[in-house]
T-cell receptor, first 114, second 109 residues
Framework: IAGITQAPTSQILAAGRRMTLRCTQD?????MYWYRQDLGLGLRLIHY???????GKGEVPDGYSVSRANTDDFPLTLASAVPSQTSVYFC?????????????FGPGTRLTVL | GQNIDQPTEMTATEGAIVQINCTYQ??????LFWYQQHAGEAPTFLSY????GLEEKGRFSSFLSRSKGYSYLLLKELQMKDSASYLC??????????FGAGTTVTVRA
């Protein structure tokens, strides 16, 4: 079934640990995005990639890094997790970065940093 | 950057109509999206407006006025399954989306 998958579904992590959230899409979409969603704040863009090999910073990039080695995968890494990074993380993709193309969202990863 | 405002909560009765307003102040505008998000699930696309006017899609319609920085999502013939959060999002010229905090709609029998 075509779509976006994220792993893990949920994770509890000790502060200071390194963590990589995985995101894979099989729709051959060019653009991919990482958001975090916190109560009362809505979705905020962390990093994005308009095409394989390129990445850009969103609204809240500090403490996070991404890579886009190929079209399908867009992992998000927390180098040294802190409690303020407790959130629900959504990966999304769109066919192109512009036009009427909507972003399709993965099921999310619920991360708790203690 | 973008500043996007929408009401926090709305309640309506099954079969009724509800209008969710969204106002935005933007440094660049390249389209407005509405998404639906059920509790514990991912957002799903509802509508897209880039020109002024009304876009209708079945029971859902979305309106945009670029000069006023204003949009609304109209939900008609409300059903219990429409209970969800509705997210307004504005796209800038770099094709990045900025989201409002969302409006939680509760449909009562």
């Amino acid at each position: 079934i075509a779509g976006i998958t994220q792993a893990p579904t949920s994770q509890i992590l000790a502060a200071g640990r390194r963590m990589t959230l995985r995101c894979t899409q099989d729709m051959r979409h060019n653009a991919m995005y990482w958001y975090r969603q916190d109560l009362g704040l809505g979705l905020r863009l962390i990093h994005y990639s308009n095409t394989a090999g390129t990445t850009g910073k969103g609204e809240v990039p500090d403490g996070y890094s991404v890579s886009r080695a190929n079209t399908d995968d867009f992992p998000l890494t927390l180098a040294s997790a802190v409690p303020s990074q407790t959130s629900v993380y959504f990966c999304a993709s769109s066919e192109v970065a512009g036009g009427p193309d909507t972003q399709y969202f993965g099921p999310g990863t619920r991360l708790t940093v203690l | 950057g973008q500043n996007i405002d929408q009401p926090t909560e709305m309640t309506a009765t099954e079969g009724a109509i509800v209008q969710i307003n969204c106002t935005y102040q933007t440094s660049g505008f390249n389209g407005l999206f509405w998404y639906q998000q059920h509790a514990g699930e991912a957002p799903t696309f509802l509508s897209y407006n880039v020109l002024d006017g009304l876009e209708e899609k079945g029971r859902f319609s979305s309106f945009l006025s670029r000069s006023k920085g204003y949009s609304y999502l109209l939900l008609k013939e409300l059903q219990m399954k429409d209970s969800a959060s509705y997210l307004c999002a504005v796209r800038d010229h770099d094709y990045k989306l900025s989201f409002g905090a969302g409006t939680t709609v509760t449909v009562r029998a």
